[in-house]
């Protein structure tokens, strides 16, 4: 247990800790595009959601347009110095 806790730390952002665990406690839904995070999630009882998930609904209920999510996209490559992978998964 304390050596698997040591791989997942190392493995996450302190963010992505802080985030799981505010979401655990609170019984909030944790959303991310970190495949490893929604797993440690979902391993400590938390439910989870995929961000692509939530950038699809954006424009599927007419939230946002298509561009304006593809703008949001841009700002979280920036923002977390990142790619999000299979863009055009989220818009077919």
């Known amino acids: 247990m304390y050596r698997t806790l040591l791989i997942v730390i190392y493995l996450l952002g302190r963010g992505e800790m802080e985030a799981r665990s505010i979401c655990k406690n609170r019984g909030f839904v944790f959303a991310s ?5 929604l797993k ?29 999510v593809r703008d949001i996209i841009k700002k979280l490559e920036v923002h977390d110095k990142t790619r999000i992978k299979d863009v055009d998964l989220i818009f077919e």
């Open 33 to 37: 595009m970190d495949n490893v995070a």
């Open 40 to 68: 440690y999630a979902q391993a400590e009882d938390v439910e989870t959601l995929k961000l692509y998930s939530i950038l699809r609904a954006l424009w599927e209920l007419g939230i946002q347009s298509k561009d304006e």
